[in-house]
Nanobody, 125 residues
Framework: QVQLVESGGGLVQSGDSLTLSCAAS????????MAWFRQAPGKEREFVSS????????SYADSVKGRFTIFRDAAENTVTLQMNNLKPDDTAVYYC??????????????????WGQGTQVTVST
């Protein structure tokens, strides 16, 4: 059993930066994939970024490449999403997720077993 708690959301202006953190309780095994997804009002939840726990392989959605960076700290059991040059289109609830038996692309929502409660990010113009 893994519990995920996100923090760090807030209201910022376009061009600002924000850092989201996901604290995981329980054991994160080496084969896990940790990811961030987001869901804007009226839209489906979408993949943002992921990282493999073992070899630190990172993936990003095209919409955030070059602006967002994902980190994981195995000692602290945390996953961080550094978001730079934020845009109004980044406004969404951001969710942390864990895939305990990854056998598909990291962007496939149905592959994730545990989810956090989400944290709101609002970017104003």
């Amino acid at each position: 059993q893994v519990q995920l708690v996100e923090s760090g959301g807030g209201l910022v202006q376009s061009g600002d930066s924000l850092t989201l953190s996901c604290a995981a309780s329980g054991t994160i095994y080496a084969n896990y994939v940790m990811a961030w997804f987001r869901q804007a009002p009226g839209k489906e939840r979408e993949f943002v970024s992921s990282v493999t726990w073992r070899n630190y392989k990172k993936s990003y959605a095209d919409s955030v490449k070059g602006r967002f960076t994902i980190f994981r700290d195995a000692a602290e059991n945390t996953v961080t999403l550094q978001m730079n040059n934020l845009k109004p289109d980044d406004t969404a609830v951001y969710y942390c997720a864990a895939d305990v038996n990854p056998d598909s692309s990291p962007g496939v929502i149905s592959g994730y077993d545990y989810w956090g409660q989400g944290t709101q990010v609002t970017v104003s113009t």
